[in-house]
C-alpha cells in the first residue's frame, strides 16, 4: 500500500491506494523482466484483471511464436476458466503470432521462480529509493529494479 508508512516518523490517517505487481520474467539470456503494475482505482485481483495482465505481457512478445509459461500452482489464479480459455484465445487470435502455447505449473512446496528474485530487486529498489509516496514513486522503483 502507498504510501509506505514504516519509512515516515508520523503518519497521517489518510487512504492509501494498494499497488499490485505482476511479474513476467523471461529466461532468454539479455531479456528484462516484464512487470504489468497498476493500483486498486484502476483494477483489482480478480480473475479477468489477472487475466488483463497476461495479454499486456502476450502483446510485449507479440512476434513468439512459441512459448512455455511457468506458473505458480494457485488455482484460483493460475488455473481459473478465464484464464485458459484467454489462452486458448490468443493462440487462434490474429492479434499475436502464437502458434503453440505450453503451460507448467510448479509442485505445490516448490515454487522458487525466476520472478521472486525480480521482486527482491523490487523491495530493494523500493527502500533505495527511501520516501515512497504515490504511484508514480512505485512505478520508479520497479523501471529501476528491471535494469539491476
Not at 484464464?83 to 502464437?98: D, G, P, Q, R
Amino acid at each position: 500500500m502507498l504510501p509506505r508508512p514504516e519509512m515516515f516518523k508520523e503518519v497521517i490517517f489518510t487512504p492509501r491506494i494498494i499497488a499490485f505487481n505482476q511479474s513476467f520474467v523471461v529466461t532468454v539470456k539479455h531479456s528484462l523482466p516484464t512487470a504489468v503494475i497498476w493500483h486498486g482505482a484502476i483494477a483489482g485481483r480478480s480473475r479477468e484483471d489477472i487475466t488483463s495482465t497476461f495479454f499486456a505481457f502476450l502483446l510485449s512478445v507479440r512476434d513468439s511464436k512459441h512459448m512455455i509459461l511457468w506458473l505458480e500452482n494457485c488455482a484460483a489464479q493460475n488455473k481459473n476458466w478465464t484464464l485458459l480459455t484467454f489462452f486458448i484465445y490468443v493462440v487462434n487470435s490474429e492479434e499475436l503470432a502464437l502458434k503453440s502455447l505450453t503451460l507448467k505449473y510448479f509442485e505445490p512446496g516448490h515454487t522458487f521462480m525466476a520472478a521472486d528474485s525480480f521482486h527482491h530487486q523490487v523491495e530493494r529498489s523500493l527502500k533505495k529509493m527511501g520516501k515512497i509516496y504515490d504511484f508514480e514513486d512505485f512505478t520508479e522503483a520497479v523501471k529501476h529494479a528491471t535494469i539491476n
